[in-house]
C-alpha cells in the first residue's frame, strides 16, 4: 500500500464524494452570506436607533447570539426548533432537506450577529456632523443613513465584513454534527470507508486553506484598491 | 422546563462523575482553562517568533499561523485525533485530544494579539532600551513584553469566552462536555428538544456574556489608568 494514495483523491467515487461535499460547504457559505448581510445592516441600525427598545433589542441579539457556541445554535435550530412548529409543516420540513435549512439558519444568524458589530463600528467612525448635516438638509434618520453616513460607512467596514466571512467559511464545517454533508462529513465518510485518514483529512485541509487564502487575497487586494480615507 | 431542570441538573453539571467520568459544565470549564493556560506561554513564544528580526525564525512560525487560522478547529480537531495515535503510538483520550488540539489553535490566534500588542507600542520604548545597552532579548523581556501583556488582558478574557465556546466542538469526538450532555439528556426525555436545548444555551450565555463584560470593565478601567500609549494596541477580536 502506497504511503500517499493520490489516485483516491484524483478519481473514482471518493474523489466524487469529497468534491461534492466541497461544492455543498461553498454553497452554504453563499447562503448563509447572502441571508445574513441584510439582518446584520438591520441590527446596526437597531442598536443605533434613537429610540431606546429598538436599541436594546439589537443589544440583545447580539449578545445572546454571541456568547452560545455555533454548536449549540445548530442543535436548537435542528431538533428543537422543528418540534415547536405546527404538525402539517413539521411534515413538510422533515420531507425536505431539513438539516441544510438548519444549518443555515443558524450560520446566518449567528455571522449577522458578529457583521452587525462591524457595520456598527463603521458607522460609528463617520464624523457625527455627516450626520447632522443631513438632517439640517431637511432627510429623516433613514433617509440620512442611507444617503449620507451609510455609503461612507461601508467603505471602512468592507474589510472586517470580509473577515467575518473567513469565520463564516470556516465554521460552515460544524454543519457536520447535524449532519448536513459538507466537506467535513464527506472526508468523515471516506477516511471511514477507505480507512486513509491522511488522504481524505489532507483533501479537506486543503480545500478549506485554499478558500481561506482566497478570502484573506481578496482583503489585501480590497485594502490596496481601496484605502482607508481620512476626512 | 422546571422540571428537566430538577430532574437532570446534576448530570448536567458534573456528568457521572462520581461512578465515572468527569462531565458536563465542569468539564468544558476545565477543558477551557487548562487550553488556555497552557497555549498562553506557546502563543507568546510564536508572537515573539512573528515579530522577530530573524528570518528564519519569522517565516516559519508566520506559514504556522496562517495555516492554522485558515483551518476550521474541528479540522484540527480530527487531526489530532487521528494522528497523535499515529505518532506518538499511544491511544489518547478525547480529553487529551481535544486539549492538544485547543492549545494548538488557540496558540495561533493568541499568536496575533501578542503580535498586536507589541506592535502596538511605541517604536521609541524597544529602541530607548537598546540605546542603554539591553541586547534584543532584555529589551524585549524587561520593556516591551510587560506593557504588551498589560494591554492584551481583556483580550486575553475574550479569548478564554472563545475558548469556552470551542470546547463545545469536543461533541464531534464524544468528549462528555456540557453539550454532548445535553445531548444524552436529550434522548433520555426525548420529548422536549427545544426546551433543553435553550437550557443548554442560557447556560453557555450566562457564562460567556458575563465574561465578557468583564473583559469590558477591564478595558475601560486599563484605559483610565493612564495607559494612553497601549490604546493603539488594537488586537484582533477573534470569533470562534
Same mark, same amino acid.
Do not use: R
Given at each position: 500500500m502506497p504511503l500517499f494514495d493520490y489516485s483516491l483523491l484524483l478519481t473514482g467515487k471518493y474523489h466524487d464524494m469529497l468534491v461534492a461535499g466541497l461544492l455543498l460547504s461553498l454553497q452554504l457559505l453563499a447562503a448563509s452570506l447572502v441571508l445574513a448581510l441584510p439582518i446584520a445592516l438591520v441590527v446596526a441600525l437597531l442598536r443605533l436607533s434613537p429610540l431606546a427598545p429598538l436599541r436594546w433589542l439589537g443589544f440583545a441579539y447580539v449578545e445572546t447570539i454571541r456568547n452560545i457556541p455555533l454548536l449549540a445554535h445548530m442543535l436548537f435550530w435542528y431538533f !428543537?426548533?422543528?418540534? +415547536? +412548529?405546527p404538525e402539517g409543516i413539521k411534515q413538510w420540513l422533515y420531507a425536505g432537506h431539513i438539516e441544510a435549512y438548519s444549518a443555515i439558519i443558524a450560520l446566518s444568524l449567528y455571522t449577522a450577529a458578529f457583521m452587525a458589530e462591524d457595520i456598527r463600528s463603521g458607522i460609528r467612525a463617520i464624523p457625527t456632523v455627516q450626520f447632522e448635516a443631513g438632517r439640517a438638509l431637511g432627510f429623516g434618520f433613514l433617509s440620512t443613513m442611507r444617503r449620507v453616513v451609510l455609503p461612507q460607512a461601508l467603505r471602512v467596514t468592507v474589510p472586517p465584513l470580509i473577515s467575518q466571512t473567513l469565520s463564516l467559511w470556516k465554521n460552515t464545517s460544524i454543519a457536520t454534527v447535524i449532519g448536513v454533508a459538507e466537506l467535513m462529513y464527506q472526508a468523515g465518510q471516506v477516511e471511514s470507508a477507505t480507512f486513509r485518514s491522511f488522504e481524505s483529512f489532507a483533501f479537506a485541509s486543503a480545500a478549506y486553506l485554499t478558500v481561506s487564502l482566497a478570502i484573506t487575497g481578496l482583503a489585501t487586494w480590497y485594502h490596496h484598491r481601496f484605502p482607508v480615507r481620512t476626512i | 422546563m422546571l422540571e428537566i431542570i430538577n430532574d437532570y441538573w446534576v448530570y448536567f453539571l458534573? !456528568?457521572?462523575?462520581?461512578?465515572g467520568p468527569l462531565g458536563g459544565l465542569v468539564l468544558t470549564l476545565l477543558l477551557a482553562s487548562c487550553g488556555l493556560v497552557l497555549a498562553l506561554p506557546l502563543g507568546i513564544v510564536l508572537g515573539l517568533a512573528r515579530v522577530s528580526p530573524w528570518r528564519w525564525l519569522r517565516w516559519p512560525v508566520t506559514g504556522f499561523v496562517f495555516v492554522v487560522r485558515g483551518l476550521p478547529l474541528l479540522m484540527v480537531i480530527f487531526w489530532a485525533y487521528f494522528f497523535l495515535p499515529s505518532v506518538t503510538g499511544v491511544k489518547t483520550d478525547q480529553f487529551t485530544t481535544m486539549l492538544i488540539a485547543l492549545v494548538v489553535f488557540d496558540a495561533a490566534y493568541l499568536a496575533e494579539i501578542v503580535r498586536a500588542g507589541i506592535q502596538g507600542l511605541p517604536r521609541g520604548q524597544m529602541e530607548t532600551a537598546r540605546a542603554l545597552g539591553l541586547d534584543y532579548g532584555r529589551a524585549m523581556r524587561l520593556v516591551v513584553l510587560p506593557q504588551a501583556l498589560r494591554s492584551m488582558l481583556p483580550s486575553l478574557v475574550n479569548q478564554f469566552v472563545s475558548t469556552i465556546k470551542e470546547t463545545s466542538l469536543g461533541y464531534i469526538i464524544g468528549l462528555a462536555e456540557v453539550s454532548f450532555i445535553a445531548t444524552q439528556i436529550n434522548t433520555q426525555v426525548f420529548t422536549k428538544p427545544a426546551q433543553i436545548y435553550l437550557i443548554l444555551g442560557l447556560t453557555y450565555f450566562i457564562l460567556c456574556f458575563g465574561l465578557s463584560r468583564f473583559a469590558y470593565w477591564l478595558e475601560r478601567r486599563l484605559a483610565r489608568r493612564g495607559m494612553s500609549m497601549a490604546n493603539s494596541a488594537s488586537a484582533p477580536k477573534v470569533s470562534a
Open positions: !428543537g426548533a422543528p418540534e +415547536l +412548529l | 458534573i !456528568g457521572q462523575y462520581p461512578n
